[in-house]
Structure formats: structure tokens, C-alpha cells
């Protein structure tokens, strides 16, 4: 008896700590059966052979970068719209050059019209921090990148984080710990360039030595290698859609509540605040790619904090070396 009602206790015990790893994380949306899943219930290897490794009863994937190779991995499933989620552990110690991508995408559907949904983490040299990037391309429009960076509040390289992507039919959020830092809404103007086909989920680790750390300049080191990011807490709550259908919809209760999820007021402003701290770059500034800012930026008086190269201003005033202390479990109040 005892163990008949310790069991539902233990398991939302169980959810909590999975689901919500510290109180922020309350923002994230209340989706039902949010589970995380294993390797095996979800995913395929990609590349990389032993480069990918499956750790805690096949529930943490390792990818790691040598000389030899990177590694990947993908979800078996296409999905049209859901919540899509990893907790990371990126490399620690000299990574300059070093990419880690957890993103969406059906570039291999789709070659000329395909769109991505994307967080890269871009490693650095010693001492200074990981910096973050999303971006979102919609219908082939990579000529049009929608770019933002970030730095974080946090080592990132210490503990898990959690990164989090919701995308529906009318909105797409991008969410760091459960705190929501980037939203793009389905506007008539972004139109045909707002995500709208089946995608796959991806993570993977590479190297990105001709482009990722200023510009190049620093190339991936291997004496350093193995790298090794760490993968946790996969949830794939998505409409898995079959790939020959030509008309795929994503219908029943699931598409209902991921249509319903908006940002409550707190939520708009811990956003607010997070993006006027930490954001060091964004698309719509960058006055030397787009003269004219595209259709969906609305600029306001931020711009004022931002130079025409699109990079934020405090970004140079800063000092550049690390910020954050060793606690990694700050609050949003702290952010
Ligand atoms: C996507 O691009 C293709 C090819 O350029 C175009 O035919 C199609 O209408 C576009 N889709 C949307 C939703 O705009």
C-alpha cells in the first residue's frame, strides 16, 4: 500500500526535478506528458561514430570533437510545430573555434525552400565566455539570416542548462533555463518566411574554425580535444508527421495547446530584461547587412544601445573576462 501511494509522489518527484531544475522554469509552457525520453525512443545517430556516446541508461547522449571527427544525432520523426527541449553541458577550457548546435531544420526535405529554428553555442578562448546564437530562417530565406546573440548568466561549461525551443503555428519562443528570450510571432509581414514545414530535431558538435571565434582568428586547438558536449532531458512533444504527406497538419488537443501558449506579462518582461542585459547582437541593428531593417524588427528606443555593425554597445564597454561566479543557480530576479 505504502508503495502504491509513494509511486505517484516519487514520480512527480521524479517530473520536478527532470522538468523543473531550478523555480525559474515555471514559465516554461504546462504542456501535457512533458517527458523526457530516451535516446533510443527518439533519436538516430548521424555522424561520428564513436564520437557519440549514450551515458545513464541511454538518457544522456556525449558528442565530442577530435581531430578525427565531429558527431551528431537526429530525431527519427519529422514534427510540425511542439515543444522541443535538451539540458547542455557545453565543453569547458580553451574552445575557441568549437560549434555545438541544437536546432531544427528539413534542409535535407526542402534544399531550396527549407527552414531552421536554431541555437549555436560558439566556443572561445580561455577565459572569456561561451556566447549564444539563435537564429530563424523560413522558407529558403537564408539570404536573410535572423541572428541574435547572447552571452549567459551562467557557465554554461559548469553545470546542465536547459534550452528550449516552443514553435506552433503562431509563434515561435526560444527559452533558456524556462526564462523565454526570444519570440517571434507568425506576422502578415514575415509571412511566407516564418517556418511553417516539417522538421527534424538535430544536435551536434563541430568544427567551426573558419568562422565561429572572431571571425576565425581562433582556430579549434586539439591538443585540447577531446571536447565534449553533454546532451540530458530530451523532450521531443511534437506532431510527428509522416514525411509523404503532402499536406501535413498538426491537429487534435496537442496542436490546441501549443496554439494557445502566449507569453504572460512577467514572462514579456523577465524577456525584456534578459535581452536588454544580455543580447550583443541582433539582426534587426545591423545596419551594414540590412539598410532597411526586415518587415517584422520593431526597433523602437533600443536602438539607441545598439552600433550600426548590429553589435550592442556595452558589449565593447564591458570588461571581457568572466562574470559570472560559481553559483550557476541564479534566479531570474539576478539575470
Ligand atoms: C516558399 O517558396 C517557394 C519557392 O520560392 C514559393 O513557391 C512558396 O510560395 C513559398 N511559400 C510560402 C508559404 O510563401
Known amino acids: 500500500m ?12 521524479f517530473l520536478c526535478s527532470v522538468l523543473l531544475p531550478s523555480h525559474e522554469a515555471a514559465f516554461l ?9 530516451s535516446f533510443e525512443e527518439g533519436y538516430t545517430q548521424l555522424f561520428g561514430d564513436s564520437n557519440l556516446m549514450l551515458h545513464g541508461d541511454g538518457r544522456t547522449v556525449h558528442l565530442s570533437l577530435d581531430q578525427r571527427t565531429g558527431a551528431g544525432f537526429a530525431s527519427q520523426d519529422l514534427y510540425l510545430h511542439g515543444f522541443f ?21 528539413n534542409g535535407d526535405v526542402f534544399e531550396k525552400t527549407h527552414d531552421e529554428l536554431d541555437f549555436e553555442f560558439l566556443g572561445n578562448i580561455r577565459g572569456r565566455e561561451w556566447r549564444v546564437q539563435t537564429n530563424v530562417y523560413g522558407n529558403g530565406s537564408t539570404a536573410i539570416g535572423r541572428e541574435e546573440r547572447y552571452d549567459l548568466w551562467f557557465d554554461p561549461t559548469e553545470d546542465y542548462h536547459q534550452y528550449s525551443i516552443l514553435w506552433s503555428h503562431e509563434r515561435i519562443i526560444f527559452y533558456i533555463d524556462g526564462i523565454p ?3 517571434a510571432v507568425r506576422t502578415r509581414e514575415m509571412s511566407g518566411q516564418f517556418p511553417s514545414k516539417p522538421m527534424n530535431l538535430y544536435a551536434t558538435i563541430w568544427d567551426g574554425s573558419i568562422w565561429a571565434t572572431s571571425g576565425g582568428r581562433y582556430k579549434v586547438n586539439y591538443k ?3 571536447y565534449i558536449a553533454e546532451f540530458a532531458d530530451l ?16 491537429q487534435g488537443n496537442d496542436a490546441r495547446v501549443y496554439d494557445s501558449i502566449r507569453m504572460s506579462p ?4 523577465t524577456m525584456s530584461k534578459y535581452r536588454v542585459k544580455h543580447m550583443t547582437y541582433s539582426y534587426c541593428h545591423d545596419r551594414v547587412r540590412y539598410s532597411t531593417p526586415p518587415a517584422e524588427c520593431t526597433l ?14 556595452f558589449n565593447y564597454r564591458r570588461h571581457r573576462g568572466k562574470r559570472y561566479g560559481h553559483s550557476s543557480s541564479l534566479n531570474s530576479a539576478d539575470l
Do not use: W
Not at 505504502?2 to 518527484?13: E, N, R, V
Not at 509552457?29 to 525520453?37: K, Q, S, W
Not at 523532450?235 to 498538426?250: F, I, M
Not at 512577467?266 to 518582461?269: F, Y
Open 181 to 183: 528570450i526570444r519570440e
Open 2 to 13: 505504502a508503495a502504491a501511494l509513494s509511486f505517484p509522489f516519487y514520480f512527480l518527484l
Open 266 to 269: 512577467d514572462q514579456q518582461a
Open 85 to 105: 527541449s535538451a539540458s547542455i553541458k557545453l565543453p569547458s577550457d580553451y574552445a575557441a573555434g568549437v560549434v555545438v548546435a541544437f536546432y531544427m531544420s
Open 300 to 313: 523602437g528606443h533600443e536602438t539607441k544601445s545598439f552600433l550600426p555593425s548590429g553589435e550592442a554597445k
Open 29 to 37: 509552457p504546462e504542456l501535457p506528458n512533458l517527458a523526457t525520453i
Open 224 to 226: 585540447y580535444a577531446p
Open 235 to 250: 523532450v521531443l512533444h511534437g506532431c510527428s508527421v509522416d514525411p509523404t504527406d503532402d499536406t501535413p497538419v498538426c
